[in-house]
């Protein structure tokens, strides 16, 4: 004999209530934050002259980040595979793999950060709000390291050697030391070439 409890209808369609909430939120972090969070990931692939669509490959967009920010491949592979092993097993072991793929995840990106020219907002908005570093990944430029200038500076001379003047100009003389002269030098006539130079000689008597 079944029985029907009013209750029971009830907690039915609160559970149903929250699932679909839970849905719409899921739904929601998607849209809003991973695909822009990829979008964004994607177009800082090609800056460093990567394949942008390894984004979407698991472990070998962590490879190609760990690539990126100039660390060994096999951080990426850790970073990568250890962080679904949680979601796949479910087992703790599988949880302590996830926590140490998320350091390796965290070192890479520190150092991936590192690799191009923005600054603090810019990152902040892609960990934070992707959807706004989508439209700023444009602007970034892939450095590997070094910071570009635009007015790049002379290499410094070596000690002990002078910089060499630049062609046609004289070098400044040293602060404070007034330039050398040149003694004075005393003219020489020079003959006149219309004049004879032999002296006339009295007649032979």
Do not use: C
């Not at 692939?45 to 990567?50: F, M, T």
């Not at 520190?110 to 570093?133: C, E, M, N, S, T």
């Amino acid at each position: 004999m079944d029985y029907d409890y009013p209750g029971a209808t009830q907690t039915t369609a609160s559970d149903g209530a929250i699932g679909a909430v839970i849905a719409i939120m899921v739904l929601l972090i998607v849209l809003f934050y991973v695909v822009p969070l990829l979008i964004a990931t994607w177009k800082l692939y090609q800056k460093a002259g990567k394949p942008g669509w390894s984004v979407i490959v698991p472990v070998y967009s962590g490879v190609v980040m760990a690539e990126i920010a100039k660390k060994p491949l096999w951080m990426g592979v850790v970073a990568g595979a250890a962080g679904f092993s949680g979601y796949l097993f479910g087992r703790p072991i599988d949880g302590l793999l996830s926590l140490v793929g998320a350091g390796f995840g965290l070192f890479i990106l520190i150092h991936f950060i590192k690799q191009y020219d923005r600054g603090f907002g810019f990152w902040a908005a892609y960990i934070l709000l992707p959807i706004v570093a989508v439209f700023l990944a444009d602007k970034a430029n892939y450095t590997g390291g070094v910071l570009a200038t635009n007015n790049p500076v002379a290499p410094a001379p070596a000690p002990g050697i002078a910089p060499a003047p630049a062609p046609g100009i004289a070098p400044a003389p040293a602060p404070g030391i007034a330039p050398a002269q040149q003694p004075y030098a005393v003219p020489t006539p020079t003959p006149n070439p219309g004049q004879n130079q032999t002296p006339p000689q009295s007649p032979v008597q």
